[in-house]
């Protein structure tokens, strides 16, 4: 496999790739349970005459791909242990406060999801609440801790260098370009419920409801986009140097505008289809862009991927066990988003 | 209290939390497509309603399982990361199975549970069973990378660095075999009786009513064939274990000095500092003849290394019997339940089998902490044998008592919550009155 390809001419590795289906898992859990976090925060700030219709159009869009959506996450967590085991061990210490509030929030989200939906009508209010607030914390918390990874804040240092509690154990992630970065992930996963909620009402009034919460969001992420660049001028410096400097960057930017132009264009011209493809694509290439800055980093400044890469005999397998886990997993997803997120019924 | 008291309690409750749901994710799909393809073979309304009402159980556990596995493999990281960046190459590789067959029940129970009016009732049936399939698949796999920690291989210790690493060699391990058969058998035991024991509780009130009548009937086909099958499986467990983990099975049998024809002990609480077990009933030889299928054989007692590589003894010893006593009553209550069966007696009208399988439906799930307990504390003070300490194991991170009563008392609200609901869709007897005397006329097979 080596020798295939070159970026910024390296080689790509057999590591490298396995990184990039990390990387593409982060990106479908972004794109898809994030969607899910969106629609809890729309759940929060449901209001307007079609306040009920709004949420019930939120849980029944979420219903059936809930759990699969979730499983992105648990993927990307096994193959870093599996094949980066020194980044997944210092990210666990590190960011042991971060990571420990996401899980309660995935805790509460997930089951407060579930007692929503099978609790009583008169308890149904507060599962509610709990799952529209743990919607609102859980990817403030992601995004911080993707921004304290981009910061280049969790180098070896920790204990050995003798600082202090805080020192090793907050200030990386509690630090304004970290939680910029959260409040990004926290916007961009409500834009991208409201889009995807837009093709999912059958109401026009609903889907109007919708689109001008994602034309609001979608101005919202763009200003949360350039806050987080301004803050990476200091905060960030290698990510600042990549999305800057490297030859690749202006093409990607170039993209991503684009994709962020059509996205806002397709909404305003109520292209709901096409408003979905691009707010995919704008985001998954601000992740994207993310991951080209910090290659070949795996944690910056001093993890790389090469360093922290688990045997070659390991590395081949997983590789091997993902090609067969996709020929079981790709067409059943398939078959999922066909039964439920295509109006033509299958049988 | 001490950080490392903490993250193993904090990962014992996780565990223990994160079982419950396991196991029932393991045995309830497969009670719901039983009870589905009794509809579709039937046409009876009955089964259609059992179907569903274990099918929204699966959801409400399924959903709850998943969040607290998700906290497990997190929790590798933030509480063991020197055992993760130790183990990670060497035993990630079942974590991924696991990740993939985990996937895949959760997509077919999203087809399962929102596909009834929209998939063929052929193509439904079959999510179901996929569902059931990747259920046995994910418990699988994760208790491989267990009985790796227990019988560790598939790499070269140099430097206390881990060379020529073997993934598979890894996940062939010597305990692997044991270990997930004795796991597998005890969800479908564990769930089968819980949920027998639910229904014959209600029977015990109401005996003709038809729809508890089928719920147990389907709960004791699923759970009695493992509950008897078990003893046979704890069996080559033991053996294995006396070869294997010497000091695992002595504390677990509270054998304290070496010898040959050594006793089995029932009961007693050991006693460390006077090195006897205090209070026991022994049955002469018999442990050398279970372990070794040998009277005369040598079972090595804990005397055969230092006191400080002693796991807890009392508790493990105390977990053991109270695991053994447990799956015996499970067995002796499922042999019971299989004879009147053959002997065509009407099981709903037995009230002393009722009582017993009332009695039998907590115990399964006690059996399977007790084994968790057996398992992992026996092993201690290891967190990967005669390999990696658990005390080297754990975080450098100070204050983990925080995390610890975080986790706890979040586990506990869930649980309240969980039993709650369940009470709500499943156990609650359905509000049709016709379907009382359904089994009395004759209606079902």
Known sequence: ?347 | MPDLLAARSQMAVSLAFHIVFAVIGIAMPLMMVLAERRWQVTGHAIYLDLAKRWAKGTAILFAVGAVSGTVLSFELGLLWPRFMEFAGPIIGMPFSLEGFAFFTEAIFLGVYLYGWDRISPRAHLWAGVAVAVSGVASGIFVVIANAWMNAPTGFELVNGQAVNVDPIAAMANAAAVSQTLHMTLAAYAATGFAVAGIHAFLLLKDPANAFHRRALEIALIVGAPAAVLQPISGDISARHIAAQQPVKLAAAEAVFRTQAGAPLTLGGWPDVAARENRFAVEIPSALSLLAFHDPHAVVQGLDRVPESEWPNVPAVHLSFQVMVALGTYLALVALWAAWLSWRRADLAHNRWLMRAIVLAAPMGFIAVEAGWMVTELGRQPWVIYGVLKTRDAVTPMPGLVVPFVTFTLLYCFLGVIVVWLLYRHIIRSPAVPEWRGFYMSGGGS
């Open chain 1, 1 to 347: 496999m080596a020798g295939v390809l070159h970026v910024g001419g390296r080689i790509v590795t057999l590591a490298d790739w396995l990184a990039g289906v990390i990387f593409v898992a982060l990106n479908a859990y972004a794109v898809l349970g994030g969607a899910d976090f969106g629609g809890g925060v729309w759940d929060l700030l449901a209001f307007g005459p079609r306040r009920e219709r709004q949420r019930e159009l939120i849980a029944e869009a979420i219903g059936p791909v809930w759990e699969a959506n979730h499983v992105w996450l648990i993927l990307a967590i096994v193959l870093l242990f599996t094949c980066f085991p020194p980044a997944f061990a210092r990210l666990g210490t590190l960011l042991h406060i971060p990571l420990s509030l996401v899980l309660i929030g995935i805790v509460l989200r997930g089951s407060a999801f579930t007692f929503w939906r099978y609790g009583a009508d008169e308890e149904q209010r507060y599962w509610g609440v709990v799952f529209a607030i743990a919607s609102l914390i859980t990817p403030l918390l992601l995004g911080t801790t993707a921004g304290a990874i981009a910061s280049g804040a969790l180098g070896q240092g920790g204990a050995a260098t003798g600082d202090g509690f805080y020192t090793i154990y907050v200030a990386p992630w509690l630090d304004p370009f970290p939680l910029s970065v959260g409040l990004f992930a926290l916007i961009a996963f409500a834009f991208l419920a409201a889009v995807y909620l837009t093709l999912e009402a059958r109401e026009p009034e609903l889907r109007e409801d919708f689109r001008r919460r994602g034309l609001a969001s979608g101005v919202g992420l763009f200003v949360a986009a350039v806050m987080a660049l301004l803050l990476s001028l200091s905060g960030a410096p290698r990510v600042r140097d990549g999305l800057i400097f490297a030859t690749w960057a202006l093409p990607l930017h170039l993209l991503t505008a684009a994709a962020a132009i059509t996205a806002l264009w397709a909404l305003w011209v109520r292209r709901w289809r096409v408003a979905r493809v691009a707010a995919v694509a704008q985001v998954s290439l601000i992740l994207w862009g993310w991951a080209l800055s910090q290659y070949p980093y795996i944690l910056p400044p001093d993890l790389s991927i090469a360093s922290a890469a688990a045997p070659a005999a390991t590395l081949r397998l997983v590789s091997g066990a993902l090609a067969l886990g996709a020929v079981v997993l790709l067409p059943s997803l398939y078959y999922l988003l066909r039964v439920f997120k295509s109006s033509v019924s299958v049988t």
